[in-house]
């Protein structure tokens, strides 16, 4: 059984930081595409960061690039978003999802797997 469980959301002050974990199992990562999703209230669930296993290519979205880190650790089977400096406008439910495609992508409908949110919250 494919189960992805992710962790590690919180409340934090701009500027700070948090560590997201997605622990994978039921399949390896060298097989899907991962991606953290983001969903603010009345907002449309966007794509934060992708990383794909096969060939560790990445995606970040714009607001994300220099300060959100994606990567994996094989032999735990899980992948981390490390979130520094983290803004206000980061506050959302984050999501991990799995989707057994090649390459990188940022439709939501490509991702076959998905785990329960967590919380996070930025404070100004």
């Known amino acids: 059984e494919v189960q992805l469980q992710a962790s590690g959301g919180g409340l934090v002050q701009a500027g700070g930081s948090l560590r997201l974990s997605c622990a994978a199992s039921?399949?390896?990562?060298?097989?899907?595409?991962i991606a953290w999703f983001r969903q603010a209230p009345g907002k449309e669930r966007e794509v934060v960061s992708a990383?794909?296993?096969?060939?560790?290519?990445?995606y970040y979205l714009d607001s994300v690039k220099g300060r959100f880190t994606i990567s994996s650790d094989n032999a735990k089977n899980t992948v981390y978003l490390q979130m520094n400096s983290l803004k206000p406008e980061d506050t959302a439910v984050y999501y991990c999802?799995?989707?057994?495609?090649?390459?990188?992508?940022?439709?939501?409908?490509?991702?076959?797997?998905w785990g329960q949110g967590t919380q996070v919250t930025v404070s100004s």
């Open positions: 999802a799995a989707g057994y495609y090649s390459g990188v992508t940022i439709d939501p409908h490509d991702y076959d797997y």
């Open positions: 990383f794909t296993g096969s060939d560790g290519a990445t």
């Open positions: 039921g399949f390896t990562l060298d097989d899907y595409t």
